[in-house]
């Protein structure tokens, strides 16, 4: 069983950056598809950003991060990185870093589905003041 160990969650003021970390034990990274995902209370989780092995490949993103967050690899370190920038109040949310490690697909039109991935990390805690 793979074990993801996200990290770097924090309180930051809007305006503010923040940068997530998701380290997988007991993988390597290649051809998956790796996913940043976020739940505020009350309301369902929904995708942030998605990236496909290699990590110069094309990545995706919810239109409400277009241009202010960042998803990244690094495949010699085993890890997911969300650079978030401009933070704002209605960032604040659980997020979940998740991995489809039951296929070797491309992201693609279902990257933000949260059916598709097998493995998913315990969640690290954003919060965005006014």
């Known amino acids: 069983q793979v074990q993801l160990v996200e990290s770097g969650g924090g309180s930051v003021q809007a305006g503010g950056s923040l940068r997530l970390s998701c380290a997988a034990a007991?993988?390597?990274?290649?051809?998956?598809?790796m996913a940043w995902f976020r739940q505020a209370p009350g309301r369902a989780r929904e995708g942030v950003a998605a990236i496909y092995g290699p990590s110069s490949s094309v990545p995706y993103y919810a239109d409400s991060v277009k241009g202010r967050f960042t998803i990244s690899k690094d495949d010699a370190q085993n890890t997911l990185y969300l650079q978030m920038n401009s933070l704002k109040p209605e960032d604040s949310a659980m997020y979940y870093c998740a991995a489809d490690f039951g296929s070797r697909e491309i992201c693609g039109g279902t990257w933000a589905l949260n059916g598709r991935y097998t493995s998913w990390g315990q969640g690290t805690q954003v919060t965005v003041s006014s």
């Open positions: 007991g993988y390597a990274y290649s051809r998956n598809c």
